[in-house]
């Protein structure tokens, strides 16, 4: 099994600030986490196929939970990275929709079904070329993400590994 996890992504990933600067106005006054009903911050039953996995090649788990994390962060940086810097470069279209393919695939292996969803949509703007809507998913994304991670690091699986 391969999951699209980057080392040196992981290394160079800065936690995302919490701030909405650059995010246009629809986007700040749209409701934060529009999805649709019933989808989970957090589907653990997604979790369980990489605990089997980790019983069969101990440690497994903890490697992937490792990685994961700072990789997401970075990956959702890199789809949002001209948001908090006042006169940046905007964005490439492909980059951002590059990062947002491998939040999706890596996303919907922990399980954070919301931030799947949000990737989807600002993959989808992005190839358009609507690096604008692209963005504000982002922002939308990094909000699930958010949500999600405070839900992952509380699973009883997971709790051990990121002390």
């Known amino acids: ?48 196929g990489l605990i089997r996995l980790d019983q069969t090649s101990p440690g497994l788990l903890a490697a992937l939970v490792r990685r994961f994390l700072p990789d997401a962060h ?7 990275d001209s948001l908090d810097a006042p006169g940046a470069v905007p964005v490439n279209a492909q980059d951002m929709g590059r990062a947002a393919h491998s939040l999706k695939s890596t996303c919907a292996r922990f399980g954070a079904a919301q931030v799947v969803h949000f990737a989807e949509q600002a993959e989808r703007a992005a190839a358009s070329g609507e690096t604008a ?31």
């Not at 970075?74 to 949002?80: A, F, K, N, P």
């Not at 998913?137 to 997971?158: C, D, N, S, V, Y």
């Open 74 to 80: 970075g990956l959702i940086e890199q789809l949002t």
């Open 1 to 48: 099994m391969q999951f699209p996890i980057h080392a040196a992504k992981a290394l160079a990933a800065i936690p995302p600030p919490a701030t909405d600067a650059g995010m246009t106005p629809d986007a700040r006054n749209a409701d934060p986490l529009p999805v649709p009903g019933g989808m989970p911050v957090f589907d653990a039953t997604a979790l369980e």
């Open 133 to 163: 809507q692209a963005r504000d998913t982002g922002m939308r994304l990094r909000a699930a993400f958010a949500l999600f991670e405070q839900a992952f690091k509380q699973h009883p699986a997971i709790q051990p590994l990121i002390g």
